[in-house]
């Protein structure tokens, strides 16, 4: 993915998976670094020259941002993220400082060498509010790939929606409980979705109104 191709103030949903389809997730560790970097790394004035875990431990608070995260989830073997551009380049040097870190990170503690993901990164740009919505809900009812395997084919049953609701309220790779306001991660920014329905009871009736496609 170009640089030219990321428009600054544009939005665009990126997501990429491991090489071979392969596992990028194997544990709670993995998940969490993977989260916490997405907040790390989205850090105009970070050099790299302090560690992942120093930087963590002392909680800093980016003040300029490459972008605003409006919607993420972590699969075993890939993620989803929503994102708004907010500098020149700024998807495309968030995504390589994310993707370098993982890589490194999973080698080490795998033992293996060489790249994990199938590609730099995917994305395609949002152009308008009604695909900036689907993407979001397509995003957040991803995860539930981990209890209903064949969900965007069948569809979410009435009778399954509740444990549906329930599942995704607490999947903590998601930012969905960021949505439902059990949780308030600092990573995610969620109102530019919440503030074109009346309120979060809204945008859950819209979650469930119909199995949306990824296109």
Not at 183 to 192: D, L
Request: charged residues 25%.
């Amino acid at each position: 993915m170009s640089l030219r191709n990321n428009i600054t103030e544009e939005y665009y949903h990126v997501y990429n998976r491991g090489v071979d389809k392969r596992a990028i997730f194997f544990d709670e560790t993995d998940y969490w670094r993977f989260w916490k970097s997405l907040k790390i790394f989205n850090d105009l004035d970070y050099r790299g020259t302090e560690s992942f875990y120093r930087r963590q431990k002392r909680n800093h608070e980016p003040s300029n941002t490459f972008v605003d995260i409006l919607a993420a989830c972590l699969m075993p073997n890939h993620f989803h993220i929503l994102l708004k551009q907010n500098v020149d380049g700024g998807i495309s040097e968030f995504m390589k400082k994310i993707g370098l870190s993982h890589t490194h990170f999973y080698n080490r503690k795998q033992g293996r060498s060489g790249r994990l993901f199938e590609s730099p990164y995917q994305a395609k740009r949002i152009d308008s509010d009604g695909y900036l919505l689907h993407i979001s809900r397509y995003i957040h009812l991803n995860a539930l790939s981990l209890i209903e395997i064949d969900w965007k084919n069948i569809g979410i049953p009435n009778n399954r929606k509740r444990e549906s609701l329930d599942f995704l309220t607490t999947y903590p790779w998601s930012s969905f409980p960021d949505y439902s306001k059990i949780r308030n991660s600092n990573i995610i920014q969620p109102s530019k979705i919440l503030e074109l329905f009346d309120d979060f009871e809204d945008y859950k009736k819209y979650m469930f109104s119909s199995q949306p496609n990824s296109d």
